[in-house]
């Protein structure tokens, strides 16, 4: 069996989390028990929440136990099986973590799935087909439940999720705007990933000024947002939201690494008679298959042609995941390990 | 016709409402033209959303007029009839304002509403059996959603919105908590209304401190809750619901007065997968026959028995409302004008 090279978290952080909480060991794969496969990780996904595991406070997610492989999901092939479902050269999405092999017990539902490459390059199915892409359809489709015509607004916008909210939500004929930090990003956004407009949340200083650059870009308000940031952009989206608009929270990125960032003006949820709800995707297995179904077809149609931020070898995983917490990728981040 | 005493707003509030926004003018009543009534108001009711309306900002009601009576829901009697549908003696509900008289056009729909004073006493068409059972109910039925055996919390609870709900919620086989503000108030509460328990927040200096009663009144967490006060109780509230939990919020009264009260850790709607939800109940008339029919049921077999805070005359009603701001008020406040 092949040696394994893991990054492990170490210690927890303290406030903001350093390249010093991640620990790089290597160890040997086991043999393999019957039902189960040995994967090689061509690609490693980055997400946010992997952050808020790394607390060891209440959270949504378990915390990631301190000693253990970093969690997180992964594409890529079959090297060896004792599973009569899967064969050798198999291309298989799964969560085998921050490591280059993993075993896994292929009998257990959800563990592993096989994924066609044919039309989608795998590593997609880390981002525009897989959680991110299905994430931004959940949202979009299961929350906000838009009308055509109407106003949609996503922060992150060119990262994973943003890139297929805008394409699923053009789809539906919604006018959408991003926000996403730096010119860049901004200009990819309308110029590839079709955003009617994108603001430049670095432009702006505070939530009013912010507010005044959403005015511009939303002339008849917000009725839909897909909130994945918190603090500031929050505050100032809210004070653009039309009657009875419907706000999906799916991250507060802004305020993960340090103390919780109030929301200045709650009283707006009233006033507007919003609907502001959290989710999780992983809580909803049961859309999977017709949001992949939709996300598939528009990526190998070149609907939906998402960006990739790709670090180079697992070693290079900690840093990677520290720049996407600070807004540093640009697109889906990827670690390449193949 | 007669003279008519009115209270009209004179001028807004600059933060605090004071007396001296209000302004006592006498008129007299005009003659009345085919399709209208004179109705003598035997009670006006005094509510929190009066205060949102004093202000000239964007709100979701329109802002109550200079120089004109103050709106407001009203029971009374017919004392004149110029509509073959009203006759001289029927009781009836309207939106009638701060004044004596009021020459309704009987014609307009949802005007004006007969009701029936065997078995309800007319006073309770402007709490249990009005506007505030009915936000009571819609919150809880339509956003909170409840199952049997789920723990549910209204904040003003001995108000007339929070004496209903507790009706309606225990009716539904949940543990409800209430919060309310004082021992008087408290023990009324669980002694009179059917509250499971009764958190006084004047025992609190802060949220931690109100959230660490309220872990002791719900051992098994919070799933739904009823916002009307917001500020620290909305955030003592907010660290113990559980996962799924669902807010309506239905009014922040702690803000109405001043600058916005932040919500301090909104991250919480992610983590634990919330619903909160804005709502005002005039905008749900679909659902008012249905519940009017369960509230009006409740008051005459004496399942619901909700305390009023009576002021004497039209001229105590500008004292009797900035008391209500301060929850100076114990159940339902209204005027008695006869």
């Known amino acids: 069996m092949p ?23 290597t160890t040997e794969t086991p043999a393999l028990q019957d039902g189960q496969v040995l994967v090689r990780h061509h690609f490693l996904s980055l997400d946010p929440y992997m952050r808020g595991r790394m607390n060891d ?26 599973n009569d479902k899967y064969d050798v050269g198999d291309k298989v999405v799964g969560m085998g973590g921050w490591q280059q092999y993993s075993v896994v017990d292929a009998t257990v539902l959800g563990a592993l799935r096989k994924v066609d490459t044919t039309h989608v390059p795998l590593s997609a199915y880390l981002g ?11 949202g979009l489709v299961k929350i906000i439940e838009p009308k055509a015509g109407e106003t949609m607004v996503v922060s992150a916008a060119t990262g994973a999720v943003g890139s297929a909210f805008a394409a699923l939500s053009k789809a539906r004929g919604c006018r959408t705007v991003g926000i996403a930090g730096g010119p860049d990003k901004c200009k990819y956004a309308v110029e590839e990933l079709g955003f009617d ?22 002339p008849n308000g917000v009725d839909g947002y897909f909130e994945n940031v918190g603090g500031m952009v929050l505050d100032a989206v809210l004070s ?6 419907r706000i999906a929270v799916c991250g507060m990125i802004a305020g993960y690494n340090g103390a919780p960032l109030p929301l200045t003006y709650p009283a707006l949820i009233l006033m507007n008679r ?15 298959p017709e949001a992949l179904k939709e996300l598939g077809t528009m990526v190998a149609t070149g609907k939906l042609r998402a960006r990739e931020s790709i670090a180079q070898g697992l070693e290079a995983a900690p840093e990677a995941f520290l720049g996407l917490l600070k807004g540093k990728n640009f697109g889906k981040q990827l670690v390449k390990l193949v």
């Open 240 to 245: 653009r939201m039309n009657a009875f608009g």
């Open 274 to 288: 919003l609907k502001v709800q959290g989710f999780i995707v992983s809580e909803h297995m049961e859309v999977w």
């Open 57 to 82: 406070s209440k959270s949504y997610a378990v915390p990631q136990a301190l000693g253990q492989t970093m969690g997180g999901g992964t594409v890529g092939e079959v090297m060896e099986s004792k």
């Open 3 to 25: 040696t394994n090279q893991q990054i492990q978290l170490d210690n927890r952080p303290v406030g903001e989390a350093v390249a010093s909480n991640f620990k790089l060991v």
């Open 128 to 138: 525009a087909v897989g959680m991110p892409g299905v994430t931004a359809w959940y």
């Open 197 to 218: 407009a994108c603001i430049d949340y670095k432009l702006h200083k505070d939530a009013n000024s912010l507010s005044a650059a959403l005015k511009d870009a939303c």
